[in-house]
């Protein structure tokens, strides 16, 4: 009897030991720390940045890529927390489009209690409000989905946000066709994945548009001024998942990094259309002899168009975007130099020179600039 006593015994201290060490175990788990988060937008050193080869003579185009307005700056930001299980730590929404109706370019030092150590999923949805145009101007929001169903404390749906898209009207009753994304509030979005210590904790992430900025430059070096009536792109896409995917090369929280491939929902030539401006019977703007004029900046989808035609340049690559321009009902088009890919957050800026003997032009692809947010310090 006293040796089936002593056997239990040890048994039964086993036992507490074990909870012991639990609980201990999950002391330790749910220690609760700051993490403070500073919100940037991505400049994507990764995207195909290149000079072209001609001079622009007085014309720098790196002066056009600044952001022009308020649609290019943070007007809203949620930030969801997930846990390693899947489970919704925090869920803030911050509205800036108050009664001021304010936009910053800086954010910075969100604070969150939060479990830790443990690795955490961190989503970042910006302006998630943002609307479509159709050729009318009636306004629908690009991305359908209520943000405020994603509750504390319940599963976060990954895969449904990873397969969310961004897309276009479906109707396109005149070639070209001019819908694009409303310029008032860009959407932006990404999920990074941050490593909690047990104790206070900074991290430093970014957004990416999702989107590619176009601008047009028109130098008119002659004496006489010339009308611009159409201005096409071929192919925009209609289709986009909302956030970007995107295998990188490198590490993407340095410098020392590249974009090497991004998933889009559409390929070859499935759901892209002709893109137009100053369609015929909408009109026609006069370029002033001797002067630059800029056009207001438009935004497209990204994409991966690849051209039925195969056209190569002289390295053998593959040309797959082409732009037109209608001056005095003459048409001039080319394919975009080295522009084999539209990626997201980058902004393609064209400079179109008028000579007296020809009609040339200049393509460069910039990243969008990287942006500091901090809505606490009230700076623009």
Known sequence: MKQLFRHTFAA????????????????SYDVMSELTISVSVSNTPGAPVTKAPESKADINASDYIGPAHDGEKIQTLRIVIVRPDGTIEHNRYMDFQGAVKRAYMEVADIAFKVVGPEQKKVYLFVNENSVKEDMTGAETKIVNYNFNTLEVGKKFPADEIADL???????YDTVPCEENLATASLPMSECHTVQMPAK???????????????TYLFDNQTSQPYSLSQLTISKGSRLEYYMPQITYTGDPFTNDF?????????????DYYIFGRFAPGDGSLVLPAGKVTPL????????KYEDPKKVVDSNGKQLNYSMSATLDGVIHESYFPDVPWLPRNTHVVTVITISDHDVK??????PYGEYWLNPGFGLE
């Open 200 to 214: 206070d904790h900074h991290v430093d992430l970014y957004v990416t548009r999702a989107a590619v900025k176009f």
């Open 361 to 366: 032009w200049t393509v460069d692809v910039y």
């Open 296 to 303: 207001p900046s438009f935004y497209l989808l990204e994409g």
């Open 165 to 171: 898209k961004i897309s276009l009207f479906d109707s």
């Open 258 to 270: 590249a974009v090497e491939n991004y998933k889009v929902p559409n390929h070859f030539t499935n």
């Open 12 to 27: 039964l201290a086993v036992v507490l030991m074990s909870f012991g060490c639990v609980a201990v175990e999950r002391e």
